[in-house]
């Protein structure tokens, strides 16, 4: 039993060797399999990003919008006159005159009395407006008054004609001038209907607020079937209601529709109290009540009902 011990001192161990480690992956696959990870999770990232959109994408659903109602004025606009009451000392300033005037006749002792707006009915020349804004053509002819009108020919040049009052009616406050001009220097303005009207859609004013010419205002239909006062005291029933803004000197300018049609005559506007600004409460005259009544003060220069 002594010699085991002995023997295991004296006889040299076998030497020690080490597990062979294991092979080791070529460094060219490991590359591609973290090139194809990193590729894959870019892949699941895209996926789950919201779509990217472009910085013009709304903005051009905008200026859809806004093309249409700048081609909708483009062809609106030269239906819509100026109209300029004038007052003279003396008597020659009433008639009917068709030469153009440009301005001498406010720089000759004519005086502004008040302006207002109107739209080319026909091509005979025929202008429709507010009674209000011509009243004083009709007056007792304590002064002398003239009525000048402002156009723009087929280029965009202005021009001016002396209108007279061929009729009116006061109680739906509407009157109708003639102008003598050829006809192909008008463009009559697309009469519509006011039948179909719902509120929320959208309309348009164009007029001369303040002697600014050609301006637009927009809005929707806020009301129908409104009850106005008439310049004799009546009631104007079945007015439209508007929140398009209605100043001094949009009277008798048109209310169109998105199709560029006329469906009223701009009227009349509530005022903030001691300021002339208007509240956003606005009224026209239905195309439908202007249709009925402006052949009649065309023809017999005034109303049905005041013939009978």
């Not at 109708?176 to 209907?193: M, N």
């Not at 005291?233 to 803004?245: L, N, S």
Request: glycine share 12%; aromatic share 6%; proline share 8%.
């Amino acid at each position: 039993m002594a010699l085991r011990p002995l023997l295991r001192l004296l006889l040299p161990s076998p030497p020690h060797r080490n597990p062979p480690p294991p092979p080791s992956s070529p460094p060219v696959a490991s590359t591609s399999r973290r090139a194809a990870a990193a590729a894959v999770l870019l892949l699941s990232a895209a996926a789950s990003a919201p779509p990217s959109r472009s910085a013009r994408a709304e903005p051009e659903g905008e200026d859809v919008d806004e093309a249409r109602v700048v081609r909708l004025f483009q062809e609106a606009s030269p239906s819509v006159v100026f109209i300029k009451d004038l007052v003279v000392a003396g008597p020659q300033g009433r008639g009917g005159g068709g030469e153009e005037d440009d301005d001498e006749g406010e720089g000759g002792g004519a005086k502004v009395e008040g302006t207002g707006s109107g739209f080319v009915w026909d091509s005979a020349g025929h202008i429709v407006t507010n009674y209000h804004v011509v009243a004083k053509l009709a007056g007792d002819g304590s002064a002398s008054h003239r009525c000048k009108v402002f156009l723009e020919d087929s280029s965009g040049k202005s021009y001016s004609k002396e209108g007279r009052l061929i009729g009116c009616d006061p109680a739906y406050d509407l009157a109708v001038l003639k102008i003598d001009v050829d006809s192909d220097q008008l463009r009559p303005a697309l009469i519509g209907t006011s039948r179909s009207l719902q509120v929320g859609q959208s309309c348009f004013a164009i007029g001369n607020p303040y002697g600014y010419e050609h301006t637009l205002t927009t809005g929707v239909i806020s009301g129908l079937g409104r009850e106005i006062p008439s310049p004799n005291g009546r009631a104007i029933r079945g007015a439209i209601q508007t929140d398009a803004a209605i100043n001094a000197g949009n009277s008798g300018g048109p209310l169109i529709d998105s199709y560029g049609h006329v469906i009223g005559v701009n009227t009349a506007t509530f005022t903030r109290k001691g300021s002339g600004i208007s509240s956003g409460v606005n009224f026209a005259i239905p195309i439908d009540t202007v249709v009925q009544s402006v052949p009649n003060l065309i023809v017999y220069g005034t109303s049905v009902s005041n013939r009978f």
